[in-house]
């Protein structure tokens, strides 16, 4: 079992107080998950993100792909693997969406869970904490797609040649 301490090595975390980090703790629950076993489910709504305090995680999206001449098929592709101290989910404290990818267990994980509720009663009582946690998974959100603006570009390059030849 873990304490508040561990969120302390979390990015998002790493400016607040030790107080700050003890009303975040006891306001989420840590949770336990098997390997194999998915924490989220690409499609499924979510109001819930999640901090991997022990454990490797793989986080997956569908692809259809071509089969035959009028057949698709579906498969998953691996995007990324987390390991400890990594957050996932961090969307859904600001929208209402379905989840983009799936994140299953790749080893059995000890995980900090905070609901979109919990974080919102941590705002009313401690609007500074979380300016600065918002303001930090602003700027995680931020890279991720400055990650995949580039990504695009690239395939959208590759493609043009491919289809130029």
Not at 33 to 53: C, K, N, P, S
Not at 114 to 121: A, H, L, P, V
Not at 144 to 159: D, G, M
Request: hydrophobic share 40%; charged share 25%.
């Amino acid at each position: 079992m873990a304490d508040s301490s561990a969120l302390l090595s979390v990015p998002i975390f790493s400016d607040l107080s030790s107080t700050q980090l003890q009303k975040l703790w006891d306001e989420g629950r840590e949770e336990m998950f098997r390997a194999g076993q998915h924490i989220i489910q690409e499609g499924e709504q979510g109001d819930t993100m999640y901090v991997l305090l022990e454990g490797v995680v793989e986080i997956s999206q569908t692809l259809v792909l071509k089969v035959g001449r009028h057949q698709f098929g579906q498969k998953d592709k691996t995007l990324i693997r987390l390991d400890m101290r990594a957050c996932f989910g961090e969307m859904s404290m600001f929208e209402d969406a379905e989840r983009s990818a799936t994140v299953t267990c790749v080893a059995d994980c000890d995980v900090f869970v905070m609901t979109r509720q919990n974080f919102e009663s941590v705002a009313v009582e401690d609007p500074d904490m979380a300016y600065e946690i918002a303001r930090k998974i602003a700027t995680t959100l931020s890279g991720r797609l400055r990650k995949a603006n580039q990504s695009v570009l690239k395939l959208t390059t590759a493609l043009s040649v491919a289809l130029s030849r």
